[in-house]
């Protein structure tokens, strides 16, 4: 039987935009709470209020950073305080600074280093224990650039191929204690990810992939996780690779 995801507390790094967003609303839609965390607070808090006052379900808004643990630690408290105790956290937070290696942009694999990689890391570790007691689902956003190498995203696919190494080892670990743990690795998805691309040649080639082929709307991708938390408990998803029909790579 499919499994209920009313009343379920999902946590949700990223929910400010894109697919932070759009899952925000697919779990809500379908009965979740969901714990909205972003740093631009005014933007989780107008979705927050907005996902309450549909009256689906409970949503909270929480300014957190992901690099900032003791951010991560508060927001944990709230949740547990005004929502209950946790059992989806996704992992999504996440930024993409593409540029080629020889461009030597180190300030900009530290940054995704720490977010990607650090980040998802630390929030796990945080909700981890709860996530525990009495079980859920981790949801780690990796991409397809942790499948495949691409020339100029060198220090974005590390993050992401770490990322898909470290889930797996997680999933192990957690084997007969109820946690799922699932790998969802989008291609390209229209959302603001390319915003914070420094490099214009790598931003360019970014922005103008919808002129080859159709890309992904960032509700493609709630779907797939909406999917994938209500699977029967004896299904676990560990991974979907999901690019839009047009994308060859
Ligand atoms: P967006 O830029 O729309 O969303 C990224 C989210 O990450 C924002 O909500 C942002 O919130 C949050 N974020 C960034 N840095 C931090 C931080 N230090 N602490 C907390 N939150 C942070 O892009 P997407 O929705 O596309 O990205 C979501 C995930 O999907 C990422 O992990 C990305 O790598 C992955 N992905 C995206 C693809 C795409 O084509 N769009 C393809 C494959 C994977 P705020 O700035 O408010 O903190």
Do not use: C
């Not at 214009?200 to 938390?229: C, G, N, T, W």
Request: aromatic share 4%.
């Amino acid at each position: 039987m499919e499994r209920d995801l009313n009343g379920r507390v999902a946590v949700i790094t990223g929910a400010s935009s894109g697919i932070g967003e759009a899952t925000a609303r697919a779990l809500a839609d379908r009965g979740a709470k969901v714990a909205l965390l972003a740093r631009r607070a005014e933007r989780v808090e107008s979705l927050a209020e907005e996902l309450s006052s549909n009256g689906a379900g409970n949503a909270i808004a929480v300014e957190a950073d992901v690099t900032d643990r003791e951010s991560l630690e508060r927001a944990a408290e709230r949740v547990r305080e005004e929502l209950g105790r946790p059992d989806i956290l996704i992992n999504n937070a996440g930024v993409m600074l593409l540029a080629p290696i020889e461009r030597g942009k180190t300030d900009e694999w530290r940054q995704m280093l720490d977010v990607n990689l650090m980040g998802v890391f630390e929030t796990t570790d945080v909700f981890l224990e709860q996530l525990l007691d009495g079980g859920g689902d981790i949801v780690n956003i990796s991409s397809v650039a942790g499948r495949i190498g691409i020339a100029g995203a060198g220090a974005y696919n590390a993050t992401k191929w770490g990322l898909n190494g470290w889930s797996d080892a997680l999933r192990q670990e957690v084997l007969g204690k109820d946690v799922r743990v699932i790998t969802i690795e989008p291609g390209a998805v229209n959302t603001e990810l390319a915003d914070h691309i420094s490099d214009e040649d790598a931003k360019q080639r970014v922005e103008s992939m919808p002129e080859s082929f159709d890309i992904l709307e960032a509700e493609d991708i709630a779907s797939a996780i909406e999917y994938a938390v209500s699977r029967p408990e004896r299904v676990q998803i560990s991974e979907l690779l999901i690019r839009p029909t047009g994308q060859p790579n």
